[in-house]
């Protein structure tokens, strides 16, 4: 097993992530067993909760909005989508893109209503912010 020392990239958010929703309290934050999909299931998500699921999802996973889900956009255009409704969606996995010279992970899902690829966009530069915070000190 490589220390954290010799992880980097997007591997250091899965390992960092993946120790921090071990917590049950956390975990609840972003996880159903019900539904058995991710989630900001928190009255009020935070940039820790899509963190965490940026990292602990994997393709195949599920993902459902519920009131309190952050904006998701339909590409190529990154036109914003209506989330009226609980939806559910299958993560395709993360990317890296760059939009107006800033760089961003995109969380690519499938959904089926309306039938689309979207993507939940992070600043690459805030989900680091948080995994260096999550570091041992």
Known sequence: MKSLSEVHGLDLIERLADEKSRDPSVKKRIWSDEM????????????????????????????????????????????????????MYIILGIKLVMISDTHFCALEMLSSN????????????????????????
């Not at 820790?48 to 009131?67: E, K, N, Q, Y």
């Open 36 to 87: 058995n999909a991710w989630g900001f299931f928190a009255d009020s998500p935070t940039e820790m909760d899509t963190f965490l699921i940026m990292g602990c999802c994997r393709p195949g996973d599920a993902f459902v909005t519920v009131t309190h889900s952050p904006h998701l956009f339909k590409i190529p255009n990154y036109e914003m989508l209506d989330m009226t409704s609980n939806n």
């Open 114 to 137: 309306p039938p689309i690829v979207c993507q939940m966009l992070a600043q690459h530069a805030s989900l680091f912010k948080i995994a260096w915070e999550c570091l041992p000190h």
